[in-house]
């Protein structure tokens, strides 16, 4: 799970609040946008990717930065408001790991002035595991309320999809995902056994996040040779916790 720390700065409250508007290219307000800029900035000084803006983290983001001004105080969930993992899942986001930084101050640079020189709040800007990012801000008189949220974001795929990519990550081994895959969708979905009367030679269900790569023991089965075409299916997640996304699937080998 990701970091939840907080920035223990509190200044003056006025009696107006707003948030902050007039989006930007990527949909960011000019405000936030020049706060990913400098967390950009910082990454690359620290030999890091930059962070692309996520619509989702955004909202989340803004929901939370005009919570806290009106509670006029800092805090990263208050009494009847759900947690980070869960904010940012009914925005819409989907992640592997989730990170937040709050903050206040008289200007959106000086809110990513204060994160940077906070230990735990640096620490999620450097984060190198960590890919998008959204950001809220609120203008409540002379202050600014400021919200990042932070993610190792992941694409929401549908089975299909999720077979497909298992399915190409096989051929670049030599092997043809072209055996049933009905009967894998269906294996998947069960605990032991295999579905339909095919009866392939090894079978493996695995749920992760991570479709860039097979798990480290099919390989070691293809790599004996003895296999030539899979089946591939996918199926519900044993976990749908909403926002952290991962990818239950089955493969056959024959």
């Known amino acids: 799970m990701g970091k939840l720390f907080s920035l223990a700065i509190f200044a003056g409250i006025a009696i107006a609040a707003f948030a902050v508007a007039a989006p930007g290219c990527f949909g960011q307000s000019p405000d936030a946008e020049s706060i990913v ?12 990717g930059p962070l692309h803006w996520d619509a989702a983290l955004a909202r989340a983001a803004q929901a939370h930065a005009q919570e806290m001004s009106t509670q006029h105080q800092l805090s ?18 989907h992640f592997r790991v989730v990170a937040e930084n709050i903050a206040m101050g008289s200007t959106p640079l000086g809110l990513e002035d204060q994160w940077m020189h906070s230990a735990p709040h640096r ?26 949220d932070f993610a190792d974001g992941v694409a929401a795929l549908g089975p299909k999809q999720i077979e497909e990519k298992v399915g190409a990550l096989l051929a670049r081994h030599g092997i043809q995902p072209s055996g049933p895959e009905r009967d894998a969708r269906q294996t998947c979905e069960m605990e032991h056994g295999t579905a339909g009367g095919s009866s392939p030679k090894f079978v493996m269900r695995w749920e992760g996040s ?45």
């Open 37 to 48: 800029q400098a967390i950009n900035r910082d990454r690359a000084g620290h030999g890091l």
């Open 76 to 93: 990263h969930q208050y009494p009847g408001e759900p947690g980070l993992v869960t904010r940012a899942g009914q925005a819409g986001a």
């Open 123 to 148: 620490a999620n800007i450097l984060d190198p595991r960590l890919n998008a990012i959204g950001v809220g801000l609120v203008k409540r008189g002379a202050y600014y309320y400021g919200v990042a």
């Open 210 to 254: 991570d479709l860039s790569q097979l798990p480290a023991v099919m390989l070691q089965q293809i790599q004996t040779g003895k296999y030539h075409t899979a089946a591939v299916g996918a199926c519900d997640s044993l976990h749908p916790q909403q926002g952290f996304t991962t990818y239950r699937v089955a493969v056959m080998l024959y």
